[in-house]
Structures are given as structure tokens and as C-alpha cells.
Nanobody, 119 residues
Framework: QVHLVESGGGSVQAGGSLSLSCVASGDTDCTYLMSWYRQNPGGERGFVAGITSGGDPTYVEYVKGRFTIPQDNEKRTIKLQMNSLKVEDTAMYYC?????????????WGQGTQVTVSS
């Protein structure tokens, strides 16, 4: 099993910044992808950004240039620096740990952390 602890989030005005962090523990000895997804009530959960165990980041198009995964990330940790936040970035943000091999093959989700951007 893999346990995820998320932190960060909160409320900010449009144009402001927030930072999210997620740390994975447990059976994490695997090839993995750690990601942030977001979801609004009644909506689908969608991919925002992720980083592989090899350290390669990837972003959804609409956050490129605004959101960054710091390259000094420790292993099995994903941080998300969110700058120039927009009202439409308001959502519950979920951390996902996807294990592709090893004892915990599969996907694990955090509890979620709320990000609210006001105009």
C-alpha cells in the first residue's frame, strides 16, 4: 500500500500564487508517476501536472507557463508551484501515485486539498 500526505492549497486572489506538496510513503519502491489532478463538484477529475521517477515533468496545456514542478523535488514527493492563478483554477486538487511495477502496482490517491481563487 501507498499512503499520500498532501499539504498546501488555500484561498488567494486572482494573480496570486499557491504551492502544493504531496509525499508518498509505504510500498513506493517502484517505477512511478506522481501527479496532480483537479476536480470541481459535478465535474471530471483531470490531469494537471506530473513527474516521473526519472524526474521528467509534464503539464496540461492550460497551466504551462503558470504552474511548475520544482526540479529540486525529493524522490516520492511532488510539489506544485502555482503562479498567476485564475478563478477557473479553483478546484479540489488531488495527488496521485501510480506504481508501474513492484509490490504496489496500481494507482493511489490522496484526500485532496482545496484551492480557491477569487476575483
Amino acid at each position: 500500500q501507498v499512503h499520500l500526505v498532501e499539504s498546501g492549497g488555500g484561498s488567494v486572489q486572482a494573480g496570486g500564487s499557491l504551492s502544493l506538496s504531496c509525499v508518498a510513503s509505504g510500498d513506493t519502491d517502484c517505477t512511478y508517476l506522481m501527479s496532480w489532478y483537479r476536480q470541481n463538484p459535478g465535474g471530471e477529475r483531470g490531469f494537471v501536472a506530473g513527474i516521473t521517477s526519472g524526474g521528467d515533468p509534464t503539464y496540461v496545456e492550460y497551466v504551462k507557463g503558470r504552474f511548475t514542478i520544482p526540479q529540486d523535488n525529493e524522490k516520492r514527493t511532488i510539489k506544485l508551484q502555482m503562479n498567476s492563478l485564475k478563478v477557473e483554477d479553483t478546484a479540489m486538487y488531488y495527488c496521485k501515485f501510480q506504481c508501474f511495477d513492484g509490490a504496489s502496482t496500481g494507482a493511489f490517491w490522496g484526500q485532496g486539498t482545496q484551492v480557491t481563487v477569487s476575483s
